[in-house]
């Protein structure tokens, strides 16, 4: 039995009651890689997979599908008398051997055991299900269903213990159960593709908006508004009523606490521009309130109350993280340089420390490009330094247009000032920051 143990910033993997974590994870790392890896090639393969084995018009299977293969050492041990254990010799489909590479490389937990297979596994039948499930009369013959998805899994004849006992019924009945509710939803509405119902494809974009939605500290308006108002905001975006006037004041005045940024109407406005821009699919309702988890044990050794949760699927593991994310208050960003989330600690740090290139982390990256770019690009930097320039000159010079070396001391205090609020975003009109650049020589004079 697999499980993980929860502390307050961090997890530990265990596999089979190990005392050896399978793996851990301090800054959410492995759930940010998981959801920023591209998991639509599976469905890719999928279907040059069912293009080989399996004819959907007439549902069946494609009589010139690859057959079934035995390595070499197969020959070679059919010559010796001992009983042959099949699977050690047989060979693979290569697009459900892609499938499995592809879920080890998205997360630590499929590299565990059995679970990149079963999962694998679970992706075709889900893939095989929804689209037979077009055919009523094919779907309840439980005999043919079970039998043809056991040759879809390319499982060789007569192989007993291949599944763990009883595995393809339970697949079976799963699928039997969830049939009603998907042919009404596929009968209602066209529009639901296949797709939505891979299962680790619709989840992974699951995870993504509510990492969007309700912890990325960069997305527009909403990231004003602390979590819990976040985590309200998308329950009355799913229930797609209107806003009243009072619940927006409420929201204002909750991100008036943050920043000095539009309230009242212009909030309102912004609201309904995020609400336009990024609709709410679906696909994507969620509740908050995750299924059955987590224990509390006291180890032996500890002392100390843990959190324990049975991780017998890789979305429960990942949504029990999320929580407790939400718990924590934690903050994320996407990485200016490579695009995946990471964990802020340092609000103005835009980089990940990922590592990008040879003994390179994107953040080592990001401050040699910040170095640059603000030379070259910062056109208010580049303003004041032209305008000290002009007016040290003035003083310097024969004319001495400008008299006092105080004044000037006090006019350049004044511009830095209103140049930093206008890098930190609180300088009320940039204009007025230029306006203090042009100050005329007598105004320069009359700050001494
Ligand atoms: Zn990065």
Same mark, same amino acid.
């Given at each position: ?5 929860? #502390? ?18 301090? =800054? ?22 069912? =293009? ?63 679970? #990149? ?47 763990? #006992? ?75 009523? &209107? ?29 309904? &521009? ?26 032996? !050794? ?13 979305? $429960? ?28 600690? !340092? ?27 603000? $030379? ?32 000037? $001391? ?24 230029? !306006?203090?650049?042009?100050? #005329? ?8």
């Amino acid at each position: 039995m697999s499980y993980v143990m929860f #502390s307050d910033d961090c997890y530990k993997f265990y596999n089979d009651n190990n005392i050896v974590p399978s793996f851990d994870d301090q =800054s959410h790392r492995h759930l940010f890689d998981f959801v920023s890896m591209d998991l639509h090639q599976i469905e890719v393969l999928l279907e040059k997979f069912f =293009s080989e084995m399996f004819d959907f018009t007439r549902l069946r299977l494609k009589e010139n599908r690859p057959a079934k293969r035995f390595n070499d050492e197969y020959e070679k041990a059919k010559q010796s008398a001992g009983i042959l254990n099949l699977t050690d010799y047989y060979v693979g489909n290569a697009y459900l051997k892609k499938i499995i590479s592809i879920l080890e490389s998205s997360h630590p937990y499929y590299r565990i055991g059995e679970n #990149s297979r079963k999962a694998t596994e679970d992706i075709v039948i889900d893939y095989f299900h929804l689209f037979s499930s077009y055919n009523e009369d094919f779907f309840e013959k439980s005999d043919d269903y079970i039998g043809v998805f056991k040759e879809l899994l390319t499982v060789p004849p007569l192989l007993c213990g291949y599944f763990t #006992s009883g595995r393809t019924e339970k697949l079976y009945k799963k699928y039997l159960d969830d049939y009603n509710s998907y042919r009404r939803i596929i009968r209602k509405n066209r529009k639901y593709e296949a797709r939505c119902f891979i299962n680790i494809v619709s989840f992974q974009q699951m995870m993504n908006e509510l990492l969007f939605r309700i912890l990325d500290t960069s997305t527009p308006v909403i990231s004003r508004l602390n979590i819990y108002d976040r985590i309200w905001f998308y329950k009355r975006m799913q229930s797609k009523k &209107t806003l009243s006037d009072a619940e927006i004041q409420k929201l204002s005045l909750a991100s008036k606490k943050n920043s000095n940024l539009p309230k009242g109407k212009e909030f309102a406005k912004e609201l309904y &521009t995020f609400i336009t821009q990024f609709p709410l699919h679906e696909a994507f309702q969620y509740d908050f309130t995750p299924a059955c988890g987590i224990t509390l044990i006291i180890p032996e !050794d500890g002392n100390d109350v843990c959190e324990q949760l049975g991780a017998e699927s890789l979305e $429960k593991l990942l949504e029990w993280e999320f929580m407790k994310m939400v718990k924590a208050g934690v903050r994320i960003k996407k990485c200016e340089n490579c695009g995946k989330y990471f964990f802020v600690r !340092d609000n103005k740090n835009n980089y990940c420390d990922r590592e990008f290139e040879e003994e390179r982390t994107c953040l080592d990256v990001g401050s040699d490009r910040r170095f640059k770019n603000q $030379k070259k690009d910062d056109v208010y930097y580049t303003a004041y330094r032209k305008a000290c320039n002009k007016n040290t000159a003035r003083l310097k010079s024969k004319t001495k247009a400008i008299t006092e070396e105080g004044s000037l $001391k006090n006019w350049r205090k004044e511009a830095k000032k209103r140049l930093n609020a206008v890098y930190s975003g609180t300088a009320e009109d940039k204009e007025r920051f230029y !306006d203090w650049l042009d100050l #005329s020589n007598v105004e320069i004079n009359d700050l001494c």
